[in-house]
C-alpha cells in the first residue's frame, strides 16, 4: 500500500538513497533548507518542501506532517558551524520536529530517527557487550566529536520519554559510499565494521513496513544477514542499548 513520507533532512547522502527506493511506490517529500537543493530532490521523485530546522518553529512542520504516514528524520548539522549550530540542528531541530508531531490532530506520523551507534549516557559503564576493541573506539570517537555525540544522546533521551507517537531509532556504525552488499548486523552489535549508506538506506526503507518496531533503538553496522533476515530478527528479539 502505498504511503504518505516526509522526509526531514532530506538532501543528506542516506536520505536521497532513501528516497530512490521509497518513490517507485509512495509519496516523498523532502524536507530541505537551501532551495539550490530542490533539483536533486525532484531528480529522484520526490517533492522538495523548503523549511530550515534552525528558524522554523514546531507549528510549521504540523501542516506538512498532517497526514503523513512516516515521518523520518536523518538530519543534522554535519559538524559545520560548531557547538551551537549542532546543539540548534541535532537536538533542538529534533525536539521541534518530536512536538510536531505531538501536535498533528488525528493520526499522528509514525517517526523513524536516524542516529548513530554508542550514543548514550557517557558517564556510566560502556554495555556489557562491547569488547576491548568497542571500548577504545567509542572512547576515540567520544574526544573526537564530543558535541555530536552529546546532543545526539539527548535528543534521543528526549525521544524515549514520547507516547504520543510511535517511533523507532536506528543507529548506524561509520558509513561508507561503497556499494551496497545488502548484508548488515542489526541489535545489539558491536561498533565496527563500518556498513554503506546503501544499506542503511536499505534498512530505512524497510522500517516503513514495520511497525512492531516501535520504541526500539537498532544498532545497524556491516555484516554478513541480510538486512530483512537480521532486522526481522532484530526486531523480534526486541533487545535497545540506546539509553544503557
Do not use: C
Amino acid at each position: 500500500m502505498s504511503k504518505k513520507v516526509v522526509i526531514v533532512g532530506g538532501h543528506g547522502n542516506v536520505s536521497l538513497r532513501l528516497t530512490r527506493l521509497l518513490t517507485p511506490k509512495h509519496d516523498v517529500t523532502s524536507i530541505i533548507r537551501d532551495p539550490a537543493h530542490s533539483s536533486d530532490i525532484t531528480a529522484v521523485s520526490a517533492k522538495p518542501h523548503i523549511l530550515s530546522l534552525e528558524e522554523a518553529s514546531p507549528a510549521d512542520f504540523v501542516p506538512i506532517f498532517t497526514g503523513a504516514d512516516v515521518v523520518y528524520w536523518s538530519a543534522g548539522a554535519g559538524g559545520k558551524g560548531g557547538e551551537e549550530r549542532t546543539k540548534a540542528v541535532d537536538y533542538q531541530g529534533a525536539v521541534k520536529v518530536f512536538d510536531a508531531l505531538e501536535a498533528v490532530e488525528g493520526p499522528k506520523p509514525r517517526l523513524i530517527l536516524v542516529s548513530a551507534i554508542d550514543v548514550r549516557d557517557a558517564s556510566k559503564p560502556p554495555p556489557p557487550h562491547y569488547d576491548d576493541s568497542d571500548i577504545a573506539m567509542s572512547e576515540r570517537v567520544r574526544k573526537g566529536i564530543p558535541v555530536y555525540m552529546l546532543w545526539k544522546y539527548e535528543a534521543d533521551k528526549n525521544l524515549a520519554q514520547r507516547t504520543a507517537f510511535r517511533w523507532t531509532i536506528l543507529r548506524p556504525g561509520g558509513l561508507t559510499n561503497e556499494p551496497g552488499t545488502g548484508k548488515a548486523s542489526i541489535g545489539r552489535t558491536h561498533l565496527t565494521p563500518v556498513i554503506s549508506r546503501d544499506d542503511v538506506a536499505k534498512a530505512l526503507a524497510l522500517l516503513l513496513e514495520r511497525d512492531d518496531a516501535a520504541t526500539l533503538a537498532l544498532d545497524i553496522i556491516g555484516g554478513d544477514t541480510p538486512i530483512e533476515d537480521a532486522l526481522d530478527a532484530a526486531i523480534k528479539k526486541g533487545e535497545t542499548d540506546f539509553l544503557y
